[in-house]
């Protein structure tokens, strides 16, 4: 929470109060003498450290106190220099010591104001509450502060509550595969939950003296035993003499943004990365199967502020990082922004994030969940438990950011947490801790989040696409749609290297995929995720035919009603496809078949199969292709994919269910 800058200016306004007050509450003009020389003391530079000599003052103090122990101004100025050099348990003791001497005079300082931040600050909340209390009874309190001690008094009370509803925390360390002597932080996940990238702070000796050096890492994991592998550093032209921080990496492992810094005339802080100044975002993206070299974000991310901590969501096409921003008074106030990828490559302009989400503390460290409408950051300026604490929003029905939610105590402490990652899984959460039991300096460790925070469980597509024929992978052009509503969820290509898209799904929904090749015929599919509730993934082979196959082409997206030959709304996405596939191609004639299963009055059958292949031939005509292209016949189920003989020897009901769907099929081939 954002109280301790406070501070100083509530010790300035406090010490200029002692110094015009006479007479002291001491008579000993020793300790009068002592008090004033500590007054001075901060205006005197310590050599060693470089900052106002507060501990010469604190001497002075206590050879006041020495001198009288009463002397409660010696014990209130001793706890402001306390502060300074955050020793909060101990400037606690000395402003209660200087209340238990005189609780009039000194609480007309607003000492319980300072007492209770104190308290907060070393998670004594219940008594940094009590004490807030007092200080927003008191008739002397300076208005001025009211909002601050209100904020206080509410942080106080949600933490106090935390701490007596504990939510469920079992850290487990992620083992030796990523941890080492050294510190790990930063993790980020490619939407499998297969890849872990993260930073490594590697300690060495250069030129007789200790050094530091960060770069990054990646570990697979074992789908034999659920470990994590020893993890390689990436490449040299990724991993520089320079610092390389704060990596985010999308769903299908192809694309990393992470942090480099340049100075403002874009002079090189890591290998050839020239920048808008401060610390920029670049990326780099792998293509047949090597990293490129980094590059500025090309667009409208990176500015004279310093941008950092990226996360890129699992479709590669949206972008929130945070940027700080130094004020004319030099402050710097960091907050969450958005940008969107736009058709040409480049980035948007960025916007920041409305303030429901951003405060006039410092945002950081924020993770755009796979669902695509989760957030989870640190702020300090939410009401949270001291430091920086842990949040989760989630986006409404309208796209709206909704109110964020802290993750609650023992996950948020009063002290720093940040770098949050929680996996695809949505229940799953890693962070970096320097706790006991590690293998040295900040360990990853990850841990179940509580129900009510976890994210939209969220699965993972894989499809492959090849040619059916010689199995060339293929960079293909793949779209995603949402079956119900016909709204595109995904539209891109499949990489050229191993003919894979890999993307992130909500699991309560059923999707249509379309696969077109310019030498290619097009392919079709649907699967439903309404009914996976334990599984993680849908992995999909996805063979073209080519254009000068004979070979079946099966409309797995064109449905009918149950025994009618009247289109669902839902056949249009395949159908518009099939029609601008033969646009394209106007040379090509089709036969476009209807095919039913054995169950049911062969006769009957035989006329349903016709007049859906029928209703398929004149929807084509109606998009403007030539009838004299198009011929349509209905072969009940004379041709069968799976035979009688097959379905009869199987004894599972689904496996039989889905034999004879597969044969109640819609397709086409090409007429010689």
């Known amino acids: 929470m954002r109280f301790s800058f406070l501070i100083v200016l509530f010790i300035l306004l406090n010490s200029q109060a002692l110094k015009a007050q006479f007479p002291y509450s001491t008579s000993s003009k020793k300790a009068i003498k002592l008090f004033n020389q500590a007054q001075k003391a901060p205006k005197l530079i310590d050599q060693n450290t470089g900052v106002p000599n507060y501990t010469e003052g604190i001497r002075l103090l206590d050879a006041a106190i020495k001198k009288d122990s009463q002397f409660w101004e010696a014990f209130l100025l001793k706890g402001e220099f306390l502060e300074y050099q955050r020793k909060y348990a101990e400037a606690a003791s000395c402003y209660q010591r200087a209340l238990e001497i005189d609780p009039y005079h000194s609480v007309s300082g607003s000492t319980h104001f300072y007492l209770s931040v104190c308290l907060f600050t070393i998670g004594e909340y219940q008594k940094a509450l009590e004490n807030i209390e007092i200080f927003l009874k008191n008739p002397n309190a300076n208005e001025k502060w009211l909002s601050e001690a209100y904020q206080l008094k509410n942080c106080a009370a949600f933490s106090v509550s935390a701490i007596q509803n504990p939510k469920s925390f079992e850290p487990h360390n992620v083992g030796p595969g990523i941890n080492t002597i050294f510190s790990e932080y930063y993790p980020t996940l490619t939407v499998d939950g297969n890849e872990l990238l993260f930073t490594r702070r590697i300690r060495f000796m250069n030129n007789g003296r200790q050094d530091e050096q960060e770069d990054f890492y990646i570990s697979q994991l074992s789908t034999e035993n659920s470990t994590w592998g020893q993890a390689k550093p990436m490449p040299e032209n990724i991993n520089t003499a320079w610092n390389e921080g704060a990596p985010t990496i999308s769903g299908d492992g192809k694309t990393i943004i992470f942090v480099a810094c340049t100075d403002p005339s874009g002079v090189n802080y890591g290998g050839n990365r020239t920048g808008k100044g401060s610390c920029d975002l670049f990326i780099t993206n792998k293509i047949n199967g090597r990293w490129t070299t980094p590059k500025n974000l090309p667009g409208g991310v990176n500015t004279a502020n310093w941008e950092t901590q990226p996360s890129l969501s699992a479709d590669g096409k949206t972008l929130y990082f945070i940027r700080a921003v130094r004020s004319k008074e030099g402050k710097s106030n960091s907050d969450i922004y958005v940008s969107h990828l736009q058709e040409d490559g480049q980035w948007s302009v960025a916007q920041r994030l409305p303030n429901t989400i951003n405060t006039n503390a410092n945002e950081e460290s924020v993770q755009i969940h796979p669902d695509g409408n989760t957030l989870y950051f640190a702020s300090r300026g939410h009401i949270g438990m001291g430091g920086s604490d842990l949040f989760v929003s989630k986006k409404d029905a309208n796209g709206n950011w909704g109110k964020p939610v802290n993750l609650g105590y023992p996950i948020n402490t009063c002290f720093d947490e940040n770098s949050l990652l929680v996996s695809a899984q949505g229940s799953i959460a890693f962070f970096a801790s320097d706790r006991q039991g590690g293998y040295g300096g900040l360990d990853i460790y990850w841990f179940e989040l509580p129900t009510e925070t976890q994210a939209l469980q969220t699965f ?40 894979k898209i890999t993307l992130p799904l909500p699991i309560d929904k059923s999707y249509a995929v379309l696969v077109n090749h310019p030498s ?33 082409n099966v409309l797995n997206n064109v449905f009918f009603d149950l025994a009618m030959a009247s289109l669902r709304p839902e056949s249009k996405v395949e159908l518009l496809n099939l029609a601008n596939y033969l646009q394209k191609n106007p040379t090509i004639q089709i036969e476009i078949q209807g095919h039913t299963d ?22 084509l005509i109606s998009e403007g292709i030539d009838p004299k292209r198009l ?21 599972d009901p689904k496996q039989i269910q889905e034999a004879h769907q597969k044969n109640r099929r819609t397709s086409y081939k090409i007429l010689p």
């Open 460 to 499: 993972y597509f894989e499809g492959t696409a090849f040619d059916a024929l010689s199995k060339d992978k293929l960079a293909a052009q793949i779209q995603l749609s949402d079956l119900s509503s016909g709204k595109i969820i995904f539209a891109g290509f499949t990489d050229s290297y191993d003919g």
């Open 520 to 552: 290619y015929h097009p392919f079709s599919l649907n699967f439903d995720l309404t009914l996976q509730e334990n599984a993680k993934s849908f992995l999909l082979d996805m063979p073209l035919n080519p254009l000068q196959s004979s070979a079946e």
């Open 598 to 619: 054995s169950q049911g009055d062969p006769s009957k059958n035989l006329i349903l199969s016709a007049a859906r292949a029928k209703a398929v031939e004149d929807f």
């Open 631 to 651: 011929k349509s016949k209905g072969y009940g189920s004379n041709q069968p994919l799976v035979t009688d003989s097959a379905i009869a020897q199987m004894t």
